[in-house]
């Protein structure tokens, strides 16, 4: 694997704990009363940020099989 790849993949791998840390943190209900997120809420959704992760892991997995 070139290095290009390498680090695409390092950094995908870090994002997808970032996801994971805000979508744990914003599942919390004391997080949510005190956000009250109205129509501009999008980022503030735990979903929005497992579909981010979602994506990331596929592009992850794209670049190790790529070989």
Request: aromatic share 8%.
């Amino acid at each position: 694997m070139d290095e290009s790849k390498r680090r695409a993949i390092q950094f995908l791998e870090k994002e997808i704990k970032t996801y994971l840390a805000l979508a744990l943190f914003l599942s919390k209900k004391d997080v949510q009363k005190h956000l009250r997120a109205g129509s501009k809420g999008a980022f503030l959704s735990p979903a929005f940020y497992k579909e981010r992760m979602r994506e990331a892991k596929r592009v992850v997995n794209e670049l190790k099989q790529s070989n």
